[in-house]
């Protein structure tokens, strides 16, 4: 499991508000207006608690008060509780919070208490991740080619393939490339294929798993995957967008999806 490092969320709100900037010319939309499609809701103020917790690896420096920084971007009421785990857990249901917001290792969940709706991490990372990449207004057809098919790029495979999309997906895991083209009937990627694509969803821990080869001159490439996913010599080529960021974009779409 890939851990987020305090560094990953230096400087948050400036990466978020970058990566909006190139979500809202890239698709025509904002990541709010784009929330508000895909899962039907808008906040209502709710009041959200942000419980540390200590399992694991541990708490993570400046994780809660990123959670804080998003929940208020966002328009909402929230706090860290006192006590981390169980006390925590426990002062957030007594001061009647709304949403909880919780992290161990594995799991990085939003349970909404009043509608008991509750919301992973990598399944709302890779829907709303690959729901960007899939609305690149510059695309020339329904092709979107997925990089990685773990816990979130599956999860973002799944919701372009309900979607309507091709997807065309590559994994150097075998096990996870046969269930995606059995269970969701995605097209293998083929390197030898000179096919170039203009919308890319990437979910992987390594860096440079794009080349050259696989992208269209002008292409979208949304990717929540740490370190970034396009070689720095691409990355600079201004006909590519990219949109990256660590934490906050996945955490809006959990606490839409619990709205
Ligand atoms: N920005 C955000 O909000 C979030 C970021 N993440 C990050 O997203 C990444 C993926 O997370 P998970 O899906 O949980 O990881 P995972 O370990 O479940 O899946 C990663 C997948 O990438 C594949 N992979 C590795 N190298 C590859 C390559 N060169 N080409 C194609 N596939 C390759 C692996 O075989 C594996 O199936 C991690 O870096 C994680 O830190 C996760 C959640 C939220
Ligand atoms: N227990 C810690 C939080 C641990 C979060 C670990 N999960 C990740 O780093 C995932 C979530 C998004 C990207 N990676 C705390 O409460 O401070
Ligand atoms: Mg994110």
């Given amino acids: 499991m890939a851990l987020l490092t305090p560094e990953d969320l230096e400087d948050l709100l400036n990466k978020l508000r970058q990566s909006n900037e190139t979500i809202k010319a890239s698709t025509g939309k904002g990541i709010t207006e784009i929330c508000e499609d895909v899962y039907g809701t808008r906040p209502a103020s709710q009041k959200v608690a942000i419980v540390p917790i200590t399992a694991g690896n541990g708490v993570i420096g400046n994780f809660s008060s990123s959670l ?19 006390t925590g857990y426990h002062q957030a249901v007594s001061d009647g919070a709304d ?21 992973a991490n990598h399944i709302c990372t890779g829907v709303i991740y690959s729901e960007i990449a899939s609305r690149f207004i510059h695309a020339g057809s329904k092709d979107v080619l997925v990089i990685g098919l773990g816990r979130v790029g599956y999860a973002g495979t799944e919701h372009l393939v309900k979607k309507g999309f091709n997807v065309y997906a590559y994994d150097p895991n075998t096990e996870f490339m046969e269930k995606a083209i059995e269970e969701l009937g995605v097209n293998a990627y083929d390197s030898a294929d000179p096919k170039k694509f203009s919308m890319v969803f990437e979910a992987t821990p390594n860096a440079n798993t794009i080349s050259e080869g696989m992208i269209a001159e002008r292409c979208l490439v949304s990717t929540p995957g740490i370190p970034c996913a396009l070689p720095p010599e691409l990355a600079e080529n201004g006909d590519i967008d990219l949109v990256m960021e660590p934490l906050v974009i996945g955490a809006a779409a959990m606490l839409y999806s619990v709205f």
């Fill in 68 to 86: 804080l920084a998003i929940t208020e971007y966002f328009g909402l009421e929230g706090y860290i509780t006192e006590h981390p785990d169980i």
């Fill in 99 to 119: 949403i909880l917001l919780m992290a161990d290792d594995h799991m990085f969940i939003a349970h909404n208490l009043k509608s008991r709706k509750i919301a």
